[in-house]
Every structure is written in structure tokens, then in C-alpha cells.
């Protein structure tokens, strides 16, 4: 006997809209679930606490402060890189710059 290859099986899901969200869960749930990847909407979700979410605030601030940084010094170093050719011009060098701070 051979095993069963799920992801093969047409699953008429129909498009999602604003009358048919029932049948449309329960198809995409069957449908996940044959293919085994309805692992999140199986898991419980955890617990929210407040202790939780601010570590998780403060965790996506520190990410933040991390990006702006290093999209700072990006910048700089492409207006520092940046040289007027005579092959480009002063107009396409204006073009870059302008570029580069939006």
C-alpha cells in the first residue's frame, strides 16, 4: 500500500467574500489539515500577559533603533561615494542625491 499524497487532491475552496466565510474556514481547514500544515491554527495560542508584551515592545523598539542606525549610515555612505562625472552630468547627479534622501 502506498502512502496517501494529500497536496495533490483539488480542493474547491471557493473565493472568499462576505457571505461565505463558513464554508469557506471549513474548506481551508480540511484542505490545510490533509496537507498537515494547519500547525498554527491547531497550536493554542499563548497567553497575553503584561509582563509579555512589554518585553515584546521593547524588543521591537531595540530592532527599530538597530534599523534607523544602519539606514543612516547607508546613506551616508552612498552621499559619500557619490562623485559628479562629466559623463553623467549635473543634472542626473542632482537626479541621485535626490534619490538617495528619498
Known amino acids: ?10 480542493c474547491d475552496s471557493p473565493e472568499l467574500k462576505g457571505d461565505n466565510y463558513k464554508v469557506w474556514n471549513e474548506r481551508i481547514l480540511l484542505h490545510l489539515g ?5 500547525y498554527a491554527i491547531r ?3 499563548s497567553t497575553i500577559t503584561d509582563t ?16 534607523n542606525k544602519a539606514l543612516a549610515s547607508t546613506l551616508v555612505m552612498k552621499f559619500s561615494s557619490l562623485r559628479l562625472t562629466d ?14 534622501a528619498a
Open 1 to 10: 500500500m502506498q502512502p496517501v499524497n494529500f497536496s495533490n487532491i483539488k
Open 34 to 38: 490533509c496537507m498537515d500544515i494547519d
Open 43 to 45: 497550536k493554542d495560542k
Open 52 to 67: 509579555s508584551t512589554i518585553v515584546l515592545l521593547k524588543a521591537i523598539d531595540e530592532q527599530f533603533v538597530t534599523s
Open 87 to 100: 559623463v553623467s552630468g549635473v543634472q542626473e547627479h542632482i537626479m541621485q542625491m535626490r534619490d538617495i
